[in-house]
Structures are given as C-alpha cells and as structure tokens.
C-alpha cells in the first residue's frame, strides 16, 4: 500500500502515515492503510464509492480521530496539536463552505488563515478566473463557479498540505486547466498534494493509493 | 485565524442573514405583551410579575436563533473550515457564543427595559432587574452554546435543543427573578446577583470547552 521508500533520519518526508484505521459509525472502513508523501509530492486516492476515501482525507487533516496507526509531520506526531496541525494544511471538502449572504471576495477574506493574511485576494481569485465575479453575492453563483470559489481559498493559503476531496467536481475543462496550473506551482513551492477523486486530474507524477 | 477576526465574520453573517436578531426581539415584545391580556391589565398585579414574566420570555427568545448557530455552518461546511482555521475548538465555540450573545443577548438586555416598564414593573426595581440580565443572557449564550453544539447532527435537534438548556439555565431564571422580588420586599438583592456571576464564573470556562468537544465530535 506504501507508496515511496521512507528515507532515513537526515530528511523526514513531510507526512507519514503508518497503521492508519478508522471507524465509521460501528464499521472499520480501512485498516493498516500506509503512506508517504515528500514536499512536493503528490498522492491520489482511488477506489469505488463507499471505500471511504474522505474518511481518509479527513483523518489526515485531524477531523477524523484514527482508531489505530500514527501519523507523522516531519517525524513528529501530526495530530498531538490539532491546531497547530491545521495550520499546516488546507482542506477541500466535498461541500464548498460557501456562504450565499457572502460577496464572492467577502467569502474569501472570512475564512482566510492569519498566516494568508498578506496575500492577495484578487490574486486568488484571478487564479481561478473568478476575477470579474469578486463583488457579486455568491447566491449568484453556479455550481461549478461555487467550487472554484472553493478552490480559490486554496490558492490563497500559504499551507503546504492540500486536501482535496473530489476537487474537479462540477468544473468545466478550462477550470480543470486552472485547477492543473494552482497545483503545478503548489508543487514548484515545495507543496504536496492529497486528492481523492475518480476523475482524471492533472497531477503529474502522482503516486496512488488504492482503497478497497 | 484571529478569535477576533473570527468573531468578525459571524457579526458580518447574522448581519446579512439579519432577520434571526429581529424575530428574537418581537417575539420577546410579543410574548411578554400577551400577559396583561391573560392576567388582566391590574398594575399591582401584572408589576408583581413582571420581573418573572421578562426573564421567563426573554430566556424564551434567546433559545429561537441557537439552532441555526452552528447548524449553518454544518450543513455547507463551514464547520470542517472553522475547525482548521488554526484556533482550538473550544476558541471557535466560544467566539460563537459571544457572537450569540451581542446579536441576541444584547438586543434583549436592551428591550427588557421598555418591555419590563409596559408590565408596570415599578421604575426603581428596573436597575436590579438590568443587572440580573446582564450576567443573566451572557449564560444563556454560553448554555445555549453549549446546547446547539451537542445537538448538532441529531434528527430534531431544534426540539431537543430547549429540552437540554431549559433545565440548565433554571439557577439563572431563579436568582435573576429572585434577586427582584428581594429588592421589591425591601432586601438586598446583593446575594442573587452574586450567584448569578458565580454561574457566570462557572459557565465561562466550561461551556466552550463542551461546546468545542461537541463540534469535534459531530465533524467525525
């Protein structure tokens, strides 16, 4: 299930998971599930639906208590802070956190990370070719123009894990395209990229991570 | 994510969706203003109840908005976003809370006042009855806090919520109305009021800290 050796003590891989398994409800979904990810790196999680691939994604962003297994930042235990953690990391759920009251620029800035605080709206915005919409209420929006809008949060984190849960749901080729571009520089920066999905994305040299 | 910048963006969303402080306030006047239509329009009477009958409709109004407090986020969620915003769950509930307060316990602290002199309430009681309110809503925003992060993820939790905070802000109703009926008889109000802010002391630490473990769980 590993995917990627695990280097030795001079440079700890950004996240390592080892033994992870979690409960839904009554039910183990997954056990003994192992990963690896460097800066830079990237992992895809595939399987059919109900394998429990968000459970997973959410399990790494420290909303999901794992039931055994642990998970490492760095060499250091991920989930003893869960706050600190989150710093680390933006997530993507399947829903868009998208507040229809909101201004489409307004959404953004509400829950941008003080660690965001410097960059550029405007310039997230553009990235995901919502530039022109940034005073329009979100109830205005499409479906699909809601999940870039989702997405732009991403590009205005500085964090350098992104979680993503199905990201191009709903999004036309050239938002893909868009999509493929944020994710390359993420990359370039020393980023790594988890995604669950079962649509081609444009993640090159992506390890995957099959779940039954 | 500051608490304050947090705070922020709940003051910018009840302000945009702004009718739950407005209806939180008429039914206040509303049901405050059935009782002399009940009980008869008497001043010695209905001033007799008026203390009980403000806290018991003003305890009322604060329970209408709690369910959507954290049930909004839940839904479209916004909740998985707070969660990793960098702050502790505890912090986001009691951000929350003091959010639920000024856009609730404020606005009723302030129509208690005209609602309490429409009940004939006499005038000198009125600052006794202020000051039992004040520390009085801030309780209830931090129980009822606490209440609509437990029922989060429940079938009927709008129906649960008033069945698990009403019991619990039964001290608050009894000292704040108590500590009226004390100055009306000619007694110091002094001991309700302190109790009152021992309740306070008490549910400042350990609402958000349930409330930040309930939030927890309902994300799982």
């Known amino acids: 299930m590993g995917s990627g050796a695990i280097p030795q003590p001079a440079e700890p891989p950004l996240l390592v998971g080892a033994g992870l398994a979690a409960f839904r409800g009554e039910r183990l979904v997954f056990r003994d599930v192992a990963l690896s990810l460097e800066a830079g790196g990237a992992l895809l999680l595939v399987g059919p639906n109900g394998s429990c691939k968000s459970t997973l994604l959410r399990l790494l962003a420290g909303l999901v208590r794992p039931a055994a297994g642990t998970l490492l930042w760095r060499g250091e235990d991920a989930l003893a802070d869960l706050a600190g953690h989150a710093t680390r990391l933006a997530y993507l759920g399947h829903q868009d956190a998208v507040k229809p009251g909101l201004g489409v620029a307004e959404n953004l800035r509400s829950l941008a990370q003080a660690g965001a605080g410097g960059r550029d709206v405007g310039a997230a915005l553009a990235a995901l070719g919502l530039g022109r919409l940034a005073s329009l209420p979100a109830r205005m929006l499409s479906a699909g123009q809601r999940r870039r809008l989702a997405l732009a949060r991403l590009a205005l984190s500085a964090a350098p894990l992104w979680l993503l849960d199905e990201p191009t749901l709903g999004l036309d080729d050239a938002s893909v395209a868009l999509l493929g571009t944020l994710l390359a520089r993420h990359r370039e920066r020393g980023g790594a990229v988890v995604a669950a999905t079962h649509l081609a994305l444009p993640l090159a040299g992506a390890a995957t991570l099959a779940l039954a | ?220």
Do not use: N
């Open chain 2, 1 to 220: 994510m500051s608490m304050l910048a947090l705070l922020a963006r709940e003051l910018r969303l009840s302000l945009r969706h702004g009718t739950d402080t407005v209806a939180a306030l008429l039914f206040f006047l509303v049901a405050a203003a059935l009782f002399p239509l009940a009980i008869g329009p008497a001043p010695e009477t209905l001033g007799r109840l008026a203390p009980g009958i403000v806290w018991v409709c003003a305890l009322l109004a604060a329970l209408l908005p709690l369910e959507r407090l954290f049930g909004a986020d839940y839904e479209d969620g916004s909740l998985d976003q707070l969660l990793l915003c960098g702050l502790p769950a505890g912090a986001v509930a009691a951000v929350k809370a003091a959010a639920h307060w000024l856009v609730t316990g404020l606005p009723l602290l302030l129509a208690a006042a005209p609602i309490a002199l429409m009940l004939r309430l006499k005038a000198e009681l009125l600052p006794v009855l202020l000051a039992g309110l004040l520390p009085g809503t801030l309780v209830l925003s931090l129980l009822g806090t606490a209440g609509a992060a437990i029922v989060l993820g429940a079938r009927r939790g709008g129906v649960l919520l008033p069945l698990l905070v009403l019991p619990l802000a039964m001290p608050v109703l009894i000292f704040g109305a108590g500590a009226v009926e004390a100055a009306a008889t000619g007694l110091s109000p002094r001991p309700h009021l302190l109790l009152l802010a021992a309740v306070m002391a008490l549910a400042l630490p350990l609402c958000p800290l349930a409330a930040g473990a309930a939030i927890r769980a309902a994300a799982e």
